[in-house]
Each structure stands twice: as C-alpha cells, then as structure tokens.
C-alpha cells in the first residue's frame, strides 16, 4: 500500500472533472462528487445509479464529467463496480480507481444488496453514498437514511404525525460488520477529511465504503449558502460523527469539546420546524445514548 501526503483543500488537484452539471445552487452531493473525483484523478471510472448526481450529470448531450462515467440501474451501483473493475483488470489495466456515488436511497435501500455482495468478493472498488436523507431526485421521499422527525413528502408533518418516526439506518456499522477493509463516515462540512478519507481509500486493496453528508439545500428547507456551514453544524452537535472502520477496528476522527445545540441544527431547516420540545428531547436522548456506545467501542 502506498501512503501519499494527506490531500487538503490547498493543495488538492486544479483539475475539474465534475462541472456544467445541472445541480441546484448549493447542492452537497455535487459537491461531494466533484471533490472526490479531484482526489481520485482523471483514471476512474464512475458508476452513478438514478439519484440526483446521474439526473444532473448526465444530460446528452452535455455530459458532466471530464473522466469516464456511466449511469446503473438503481440498484445496480456496487454490480456494475464489480465488472468495471474485473473489465479493466482483464485488460491488464491497473492504475485506475473504480468508485460508485450512490444516494442514501440507492445504497440503504435498493442497493443495499448488490453493495454487500460486492463487499463479500471484497471486490477492488470505492463505493461513496453521498447522503441527503431522502429521495431528492423525485420529489423528497423517505429513504432509510432519513433521521427521526424529517418531514418529507412521504412522512408528513401535522398536529397527530411529527414526520418521519424511524431512526436513521447505520449504514457505516452495517457496512463494517461485514469486515469490509476499509469503512468511513465524512461530511462536506469537514471537507480536508473526507478528502484524505478518499485519498485513503484509493490506496487500499478491496472494497472501501465512505459515508458522507450532503445537504440538499431544496429537501431540508435551507439557504443555498448554509450547505457548508449545515454539514458542519451536524458534526459538531453530535447527530452525525466522524469515525473510519479498518483493520477490525472503530477509530473516532473528531470528538467536539462540547456539543453545539441541536435546537438550533433543527430549526433553521424547514423539515424539522414542526418538532416539539418532546420531539427534540428524543433525538438528544437518542444522540447521548449513541455516543456512550462510541466512548465505549470506538479508539
Ligand atoms: C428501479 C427504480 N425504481 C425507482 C426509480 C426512480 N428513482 C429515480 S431517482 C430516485 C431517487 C433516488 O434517491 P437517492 O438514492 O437518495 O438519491 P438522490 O436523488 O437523493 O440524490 C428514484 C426513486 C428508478 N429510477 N429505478
Ligand atoms: S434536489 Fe438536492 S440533491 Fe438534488 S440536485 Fe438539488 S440540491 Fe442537489
Ligand atoms: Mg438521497
């Protein structure tokens, strides 16, 4: 395994590989796809199934990326890796990265299984869900990954229902237990991280899996300039964390000094404005009782 000096946003490529896409003003999840494909260079290929990264890259005949990419089926991101990657191998091609980036819906829910096959043959590829905790592309429905008291189209809000009453699947722990070799969670709003996590990731054999929060300024009911700063704020309340699985073992990357207020996180988005104060108290109940488990089982 090589290890290269740790990328960061000073010092990562020029190059631009992701760009005239058709993405709203502040969109996370370009911007997590544009920054990875930058860490990655111009010998990937990238599999991107429905979701909102394929609908506003792929427009023929503008095509949106500079290096080789194709739209799956929705639920095919982690299947059609697998032959990209045993492709190119039978060619004899071997310096390339061959990375998936699928939606929260197009990895908890319908590629869940062609994703844990992939890891199974520990197949040589990198797999980024760039979560917005709901199906963006058609109109704001529920996925798996969308957090306890969301209101999306398919998880109302009103005076009986407080939107969505489910937690938040934990696709990163349900991603280690496979013993995949490398798994991390990121955020854009902690963008020198998730760029060295896939730094890391293109220097280890087998299937990597990244994790990364993607606002999305039109299904949160946010500002298109509060991206950034959201995808932070969710890290620094301690409703999302910054943790890579590897070598069997869980290591926190980030432990904020003390909690930001998660009152204040919610209410600036327009899908949680409807909570109540006993709304709120379940989801710190919620967040407390996560980390006592990562205190206990995270290096
Ligand atoms: C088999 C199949 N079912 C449903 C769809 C319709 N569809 C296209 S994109 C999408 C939403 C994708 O949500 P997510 O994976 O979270 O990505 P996002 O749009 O949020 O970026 C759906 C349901 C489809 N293309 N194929
Ligand atoms: S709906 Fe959301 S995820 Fe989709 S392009 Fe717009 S901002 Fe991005
Ligand atoms: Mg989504």
Redesign the pocket.
């Given at each position: 395994m090589t290890v290269s000096k740790p990328v960061t946003a000073k010092t990562i490529s020029k190059d631009e590989f992701f760009y005239g896409h058709k993405a709203c003003a502040g969109c996370g999840g370009s911007l997590a796809v544009r920054i990875a494909l930058k860490v990655l260079g111009k010998n990937t290929v990238a599999v991107l199934p429905a979701?909102?990264m394929s609908a506003v890259g792929f427009n023929f005949p503008q095509l949106c990326f500079s290096n080789n990419a194709i739209i799956s089926t929705f639920a095919g991101t982690a299947s059609m890796l697998t032959g990209v990657e045993a492709g190119l191998r039978a060619q004899g091609i071997t310096d390339f990265n061959a990375v998936g980036f699928a939606?929260?819906?197009g990895t908890a829910d319908i590629g869940l299984q062609a994703l844990s096959g992939a890891i199974d043959r520990n197949d040589d590829i990198i797999y980024i869900c760039y979560?917005?905790?709901?199906?963006?592309n058609t109109g704001i429905q529920k996925?798996s990954l969308t957090p306890f008291g969301a209101r999306t189209t398919t998880t109302p809000a009103g005076q009986n229902i407080h939107g969505n009453i489910r937690p938040k699947k934990n696709m990163f722990e349900i991603v280690a237990a496979h013993g995949i070799p490398y798994a991390a969670t990121a955020s854009i709003g902690y963008i020198n991280d998730f760029m060295q996590k896939v730094q890391k990731a293109s220097e280890i054999r087998g299937t990597k899996y990244i994790h990364v929060i993607a606002p999305c300024p039109t299904g949160w009911g946010i500002d298109t300039s509060e991206t950034v700063e959201i995808a932070k704020e969710v890290v620094d309340t301690g409703l999302w964390y910054l943790a890579e699985y590897e070598n069997g073992e869980f290591k926190l990357n980030h432990r904020p000094k003390e909690f930001a207020s998660v009152e204040h996180y919610l209410t600036r988005q327009s899908r949680f404005r409807h909570l109540t104060d006993e709304d709120i108290e379940i989801i710190k109940t919620s967040r407390d009782k996560k980390w006592e488990y990562i205190n206990k089982n995270f290096g």
């Open positions: 979701g909102c939606g929260d819906g979560d917005n905790e709901a199906y963006m996925s």
